[in-house]
């Protein structure tokens, strides 16, 4: 999606959330209903939508080198979706190969600020691995994951949708290791009203909760999409041209209805 990124406070937790996994080597899982922004946030916390393109296509490249090597040696984060279909020893072979290519932008950058004082060349400076889309992972990978995790007590976070971390009840070895399980919400309503308040501008319009046209409005936004970001982001579009066709001026809860009543909605 070409929105910008908001900082919601659920990202805000969400970061807390993986610097506490990072900083005591533990595995956590988050989990939270589709849509809500759990893979944005972790993109996003991995600073993974400018490292990926970089380390894909491997190789230097000049001036937009040393921004990224900044970036790996920042994040330290390796973010990963496994396939729908995949088989464990590519997981943890593609795993591998995103954590040997952060390692390598970090140390470049450390290399850059003190050549004396920087790690050879085969250090892992990895200290987070995401995974998303968690429950994708076999049960052997699972167990792979387990044991990589003992020998190198790398910090990983699973990421799935709710119930996942009943599913993980069913590897006791896994269980027993994991440190946190965090849940992201649905947003707030002062962080709902702040979305609001940016999409009703995209549309050239302002919004004021105050106004009763407004408030009604609000509502029924509230209630079709309980404050989920993907529903919003499916909404808008809607709205914009449920306006349009009708050449009305004002978001009305009528229009906000008609929008909702093109989409399939439903969580
Ligand atoms: N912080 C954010 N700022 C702006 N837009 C966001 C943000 N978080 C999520 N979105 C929007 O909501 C959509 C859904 O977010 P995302 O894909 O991260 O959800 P998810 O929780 O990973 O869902 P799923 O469980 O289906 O994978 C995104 O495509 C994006 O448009
Ligand atoms: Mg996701």
């Avoid at 993986?18 to 944005?40: F, L, S």
């Avoid at 200290?127 to 044991?147: C, G, N, Q, V």
């Avoid at 006791?172 to 999409?199: K, T």
Wanted: glycine content about 4%.
């Amino acid at each position: 999606m070409n929105h910008p990124f908001i900082v919601t406070k659920e990202h805000r937790r969400f970061a807390e959330f993986a610097n506490a996994v990072r900083k005591e080597n533990t595995i956590g899982i988050c989990h939270g209903d589709a849509g809500v922004g759990k893979t944005n946030s972790a993109r996003r916390y991995s600073n993974w939508d400018d490292l990926e393109p970089y380390i894909t296509t491997w190789g230097r490249r000049g001036d937009e080198d040393a921004r990224h090597y900044a970036m790996a040696h920042r994040s330290r984060t390796v973010f990963y979706t496994p396939e729908v279909i995949s088989r464990p020893k590519d997981v943890m072979q593609e795993i591998e190969r995103w954590k040997t290519r952060i390692s390598i932008c970090a140390r470049e950058h450390l290399l850059e600020v003190n050549p004396e004082r920087a790690p050879d060349a085969m250090a892992d400076l990895v200290e987070l691995l995401i995974i998303d889309e968690a429950e994708r992972l076999t049960p052997t990978a699972l167990e792979l994951l387990r044991d990589s995790h003992d020998r190198t007590h790398l910090a990983i976070i699973l990421i799935g949708m709710p119930g996942i971390d009943q599913r993980f009840r069913h590897y006791p070895q896994l269980y027993s290791r994991l440190g946190f399980s965090h849940l992201y919400r649905a947003l707030g309503r002062d962080e709902l009203l702040f979305v609001l308040d940016r999409h009703w501008k995209r549309l050239g319009r302002t919004l004021d909760p105050d106004d009763f046209t407004d408030a009604q409005a609000i509502a029924a936004i509230e209630r079709i999409t309980r404050g989920n970001f993907r529903l919003l982001e499916r909404l808008f579009p809607q709205i914009a041209r449920v306006l349009k066709i009708n050449q009305l001026d004002a978001i009305t809860d009528d229009v906000v209805e008609a929008a909702a009543s093109i989409l399939v909605i439903g969580t």
